[in-house]
């Protein structure tokens, strides 16, 4: 039972009881005493009273204690005559007008109590409390329904992700197998010519595949730092060394490192240091990750002769340093997921520009830990220019 149905129940027994003394106090009986209202059937409230009951003086109360204990709702009412053992009276009220003068009862099994003189109410489904059913169970259907369908989407969601993420975490390490392979397999060979008698008394083999295997080894070292770096970064371990620094200074020693590369396969690295104030307080090392990374990215993904520049400016709130390449660009929807992890531009099967889609990530992460950003802009064949933003001290 709802409240709203305890309510209503409460409020027609507690009118049906004023009834009954009235009727009592009209026939000026003190003796008698008025029973319980009993509920004899679903809506069909009875009250005894052992005292006559005139008919119209039982219409007007009732219309009265009604409107007192604002019930609203048609009824017929009727009173019991224990002598005849029959219904003396049923009417029907409908918007408190009485429109017929017989009526039958809802359920021919009720069973009034025998000798005792008693009135009778039916109330027709009140329309508050029809609504308010109605409204739970549609409330409640809709509810499960939205239940079901959030949970629906939700796991098809997270089966498509997961589905994304275990083929993404493969490309990975396939790609990571091949990139260690190829300076593993290197050093390997170097090795065994340095192993073999020949080479032993030629100075100049030595030295040249001593080198060979110092700079396999350099290429190893680095990648495995990239990993481990991505793992650190992931557990969110990592602690930001900040200092005063000037960006000017910070990305002059990225280019440097960077031309070197560009310029031997025929490109230009060009700086522009435009903008005034160009101190900021960052963490020097994961800075230059970043603005090297993003070097990297416009020289591996320039097809020919890279052209890159590399410019800085101010805003109001801080230095923006812009990484633009004439490369070969993204579309717009691999630019929404180049900055997640393991993410790389799908190329068909081949990959020929080496990488393991955590650069941009890296990136994203130390420039959110500098409470600054990275936008991107890009188009297909065009080329692709990268925007970071860090904010003044
Ligand atoms: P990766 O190791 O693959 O270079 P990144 O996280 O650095 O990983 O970059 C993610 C992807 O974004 C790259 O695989 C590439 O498809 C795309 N991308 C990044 N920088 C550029 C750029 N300058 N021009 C075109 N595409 C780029």
Request: glycine fraction near 6%; charged fraction near 25%.
């Amino acid at each position: 039972m709802s409240l709203q149905e305890i309510s209503f129940d409460n409020r027609a027994k507690a009118a049906m009881r004023t009834v009954a003394e009235q009727l009592l106090v009209s026939n000026q009986d003190s003796t008698t005493r008025i029973e319980p209202i009993n509920l004899t059937g679903p809506m069909f409230f009875v009250c005894k009273v052992n005292t006559p009951i005139d008919s119209f003086l039982l219409s007007t109360l009732l219309k009265y204690e009604f409107e007192y204990q604002d019930i609203q709702a048609d009824y017929v009412y009727g009173i019991y005559d224990c002598f005849s053992d029959s219904i003396t009276l049923s009417k029907f009220v409908k918007d408190d007008i009485e429109t017929q003068n017989y009526v039958e009862l809802p359920d021919e099994n009720i069973n009034f109590e025998k000798g005792v003189a008693n009135f009778w109410v039916y109330f027709q489904r009140p329309e508050g409390l029809m609504i308010s059913e109605i409204g739970k169970w549609l409330f409640s259907s809709a509810g499960l329904l939205i239940i079901v369908i959030f949970t629906f989407s939700f796991t098809i969601f997270s089966i498509i992700k997961q589905k994304q993420l275990t083929e993404m975490k493969t490309d990975f390490i396939n790609n990571m197998t091949h990139e260690f392979k190829t300076p593993i397999s290197t050093i390997g060979l170097s090795t065994e010519v340095l192993m073999k008698e020949e080479t032993q008394s030629d100075k100049q083999k030595i030295q040249q595949y001593a080198r060979i295997i110092s700079e396999e080894n350099n290429r190893l070292r680095t990648q495995v730092e990239k990993v481990l770096q991505m793992a650190i970064l992931d557990r969110g371990q990592f602690e930001l060394n900040v200092k005063e620094l000037d960006l000017h200074d910070l990305i002059g020693s990225a280019v440097e490192k960077q031309r070197i590369t560009v310029e031997n396969r025929g490109g230009t690295l060009s700086l522009e240091r435009n903008a005034e104030n160009s101190n900021v307080r960052a963490d020097w090392e994961h800075l230059q990750n970043v603005v090297e990374n993003l070097l990297d990215n416009a020289n591996k993904y320039s097809n020919s002769a890279p052209i890159i520049k590399v410019e800085t400016y101010n805003n109001k709130h801080g230095v923006l340093i812009r990484v633009a390449d004439q490369g070969i660009g993204m579309d717009r929807e691999s630019q929404k997921y180049i900055f997640d992890k393991f993410y790389r531009v799908s190329t068909g099967d081949v990959h020929d520009v080496k990488g393991f889609g955590l650069g941009l990530n890296y990136v994203k992460i130390i420039m959110d830990a500098h409470d600054g950003n990275i936008e991107v802009n890009s188009a297909p064949g065009k080329g692709s220019s990268f925007e970071i933003f860090l904010p003044f001290a």
